[in-house]
């Protein structure tokens, strides 16, 4: 009995994203308390339940949520489907037919968003990605495209979390990281949001009125303007070639012996990260300041692993 209640909660919530204790205690036929301790034994199951308190709050399912991969074999997947399609077919009854929509958007094809336009491909995924970094940027997406509000649960990098209606304009790619630029509600202005820092996004429904972004405006550098530039030499060993040229480009390399590579670019945290993830495949021979600051990171770093 409880095994069927909690599925038939996790199967409302699929359907209707939203729901209040109350109702899904009238759907199962058991009490509220019982109802508040289903949905904590599906959090520990690994269900993002988000619970909102309030007036207007209830139950709710982020958007970005399906049902895992190994939920059905695939077997039991198109048994189900054919089950709940012949069951429409006699009974013509709406939740039957919105249960079908449901399960028939739980693709068991490979669901990693791979976005085109023209001739660019983009893998949406993440390293490790169980296709949830995937299927959260298909829901902002989808909400920047219909213009549709989205009702986020961000944590930002002190640790602080937030819940905010946002209207979502643009989704912004740059230097391996995606970021929502949208109006944020709460603030009344727009904002910039790490996507891997939304915790949950859920479509409300409720539509709003594009607003004009002026690009030169995004809290982005797009260009190097207001940036140190720093020239930097490199000698380069022959197994980190490969990597060196995807990073600065071939035109950049001079091959011989030893392998030089020469480039101008951007000082700081992000250069001297790259720098050390290439291990002691590459060594800075100039400047003399950014080479001493790899020996010291590098010896911070033996240390803090008893070397």
Same mark, same amino acid.
């Given at each position: 009995?409880?095994?069927?209640?909690? !599925?038939?909660?996790?199967?409302?919530?699929?359907?209707?994203?939203?729901?209040?204790?109350?109702?899904?205690?009238?759907?199962?036929?058991?009490?509220?308390?019982?109802?508040?301790?289903?949905?904590?034994? /599906?959090?520990?199951?690994?269900?993002?339940?988000?619970?909102?308190?309030?007036?207007?709050?209830?139950?709710?399912?982020?958007?970005?949520?399906?049902?895992?991969?190994?939920?059905?074999?695939?077997?039991?997947?198109?048994?189900?489907?054919?089950? %709940?399609?012949? !069951?429409?077919?006699?009974?013509?009854?709406?939740?039957?037919?919105?249960?079908?929509?449901?399960?028939?958007?739980?693709?068991?094809?490979?669901?990693?968003?791979?976005?085109?336009?023209?001739?660019?491909?983009?893998?949406?995924?993440?390293?490790?990605? @169980?296709?949830?970094?995937?299927?959260?940027?298909?829901? /902002?997406?989808?909400?920047?495209?219909?213009?549709?509000? %989205?009702?986020?649960?961000?944590?930002?990098?002190?640790?602080?979390?937030?819940?905010?209606?946002?209207?979502?304009?643009?989704?912004?790619?740059?230097?391996?990281?995606?970021?929502?630029?949208?109006?944020? #509600?709460?603030?009344?202005?727009?904002? %910039?949001?790490?996507?891997?820092?939304?915790?949950?996004?859920? #479509?409300?429904?409720? #539509?709003?009125?594009?607003?004009?972004?002026?690009?030169?405006?995004?809290?982005?550098?797009?260009?190097?303007?207001?940036?140190?530039?720093?020239?930097?030499?490199?000698?380069?060993?022959?197994?980190?070639?490969?990597?060196?040229?995807?990073? %600065?480009?071939?035109?950049?390399?001079?091959?011989?012996?030893?392998?030089? @590579?020469?480039?101008?670019?951007?000082?700081?945290?992000?250069?001297?990260?790259?720098?050390?993830?290439?291990?002691?495949?590459?060594?800075?021979?100039?400047?003399?300041?950014?080479?001493?600051?790899?020996? @010291?990171?590098?010896?911070? !770093?033996?240390?803090?692993?008893?070397?």
């Amino acid at each position: 009995m409880k095994f069927q209640a909690m !599925l038939r909660i996790l199967f409302r919530l699929l359907q209707r994203r939203s729901v209040t204790a109350a109702e899904l205690a009238r759907d199962a036929g058991v009490s509220e308390r019982s109802i508040r301790r289903y949905l904590e034994e /599906l959090i520990v199951a690994g269900v993002p339940l988000d619970i909102i308190r309030g007036r207007n709050g209830g139950i709710c399912l982020p958007d970005t949520y399906k049902l895992p991969e190994n939920f059905f074999t695939k077997e039991e997947y198109a048994a189900a489907v054919n089950a %709940l399609g012949a !069951l429409y077919e006699q009974m013509r009854d709406e939740t039957v037919k919105q249960a079908l929509d449901k399960l028939a958007m739980q693709s068991k094809a490979d669901g990693r968003a791979l976005a085109v336009s023209g001739y660019v491909l983009v893998d949406n995924g993440t390293w490790g990605d @169980a296709y949830n970094f995937s299927d959260k940027l298909n829901v /902002l997406e989808t909400a920047a495209e219909e213009r549709e509000c %989205l009702e986020l649960c961000y944590t930002d990098r002190a640790g602080r979390e937030t819940r905010r209606t946002v209207e979502a304009h643009l989704l912004i790619y740059k230097q391996n990281i995606w970021y929502l630029y949208a109006w944020c #509600r709460t603030r009344k202005d727009f904002r %910039l949001f790490r996507v891997g820092r939304i915790r949950s996004a859920r #479509r409300t429904g409720e #539509r709003f009125e594009r607003r004009e972004v002026d690009r030169a405006h995004l809290p982005l550098k797009f260009s190097f303007a207001d940036t140190e530039l720093v020239e930097v030499r490199f000698s380069v060993r022959p197994a980190a070639l490969p990597d060196m040229e995807e990073w %600065l480009g071939m035109e950049n390399i001079r091959t011989g012996d030893p392998i030089v @590579a020469e480039a101008t670019l951007p000082a700081g945290e992000v250069l001297l990260s790259k720098i050390l993830s290439f291990g002691d495949g590459v060594k800075v021979l100039s400047p003399p300041a950014l080479a001493e600051a790899v020996r @010291a990171r590098a010896a911070a !770093l033996a240390a803090q692993y008893g070397g």
